[in-house]
């Protein structure tokens, strides 16, 4: 059992997501907390699935850290790849087919 019992998952993806705002690109205050919250979120949230798809049954709380740090990284990069496609020329191409 954790130190933290209950709360271990929280605690581990709060930290996560406080470690991977390395990877955040000039983020304001409001900005900062709701990525931390990405990051608990991801751990909460994700990372059960993740986890049974995976097939770990077991994984401590080192796993929800690692759900809770690069799921903040994923996003971040999504969100790069999603802003710099043009999705109207896409779009235009596939109506012109």
């Known amino acids: 059992m954790s130190v933290f019992g209950e709360y ?5 993806g709060i930290i996560g997501g406080l470690i991977s705002l390395v990877f955040a690109d000039k983020l304001g205050a409001v900005a900062r907390v709701v ?6 979120a991801s751990a909460r949230y994700l990372a ?7 097939g770990i049954d ?13 799921g ?13 496609l043009d999705f109207t020329k896409i779009i235009e191409g596939w109506l012109k087919k």
């Open 8 to 12: 271990a998952t929280d605690i581990a």
């Open 35 to 40: 990525w931390i919250f990405g990051g608990w």
């Open 48 to 54: 059960p699935w993740g986890l049974y798809w995976l």
């Open 58 to 70: 077991d994984p401590g709380g080192g796993a929800y850290f690692l759900f809770g740090l690069f």
């Open 72 to 84: 903040m990284a994923v996003a971040s990069a999504l969100m790069r790849t999603i802003t710099a």
